[in-house]
């Protein structure tokens, strides 16, 4: 535990951590994010949710491709399609990397991590957070 890295995703932008992240998790370091449902996503609530909605409906429920509702899993997936998958590297690049909903009780005394260029204050436009546009594409936090 003490050679990984604990970056909180709280207000930070999902595209913008997936990048540094998958960029790192490449470089060799260990990743674990905490507070997933707290990322966001720029734009419209409902041009996102209708976006999202119609990204569900690609595929076949037994056969694939299964699409993700759980903000952490949402969260994995977009830094799994930056990272080189097939590879040797990008395979172990990805089993480096953990993601949390909440703080789980192991690191609630670790120091953790902001990235400074995904901070939500730079943008200038509407935006959603990951566990909000979950909840509208079926996820159910109690369960």
């Known amino acids: 535990m003490n050679d990984e ?3 909180d995703a709280s207000g930070a932008i999902l595209g913008r951590l997936a990048s ?3 960029k790192r998790l490449l470089s060799g370091e260990r990743i674990v994010i905490v507070n997933a449902e707290k990322a966001v996503l720029s734009g419209k609530r ?3 949710l209708r976006e999202m909605k119609e990204f569900l409906q690609v595929g076949h ?3 694939g491709p299964y699409h993700p509702r759980r903000p952490d899993r949402i969260l994995r997936r977009a830094i799994r399609g930056m990272l080189p998958r097939r590879k040797p590297k990008g395979v ?5 990397l953990r993601v949390y909903l909440g ?8 120091k953790l991590e902001v990235i400074p260029e995904a901070k939500v204050d730079k943008l200038r436009c ?5 566990g909000e546009l979950a909840k509208d594409i ?3 936090p109690e369960v």
Not at 126 to 130: E, H, Q, S
């Open 5 to 7: 890295i604990v970056i």
């Open 20 to 22: 540094t992240v998958a």
């Open 46 to 48: 409902l041009s996102l």
């Open 61 to 63: 429920p037994g056969k």
């Open 92 to 96: 172990a690049a990805y089993r480096r």
């Open 103 to 110: 703080v789980p009780k192991e690191y609630e005394g670790a």
């Open 126 to 130: 509407p935006y959603v957070t990951l």
């Open 138 to 140: 079926g996820w159910n």
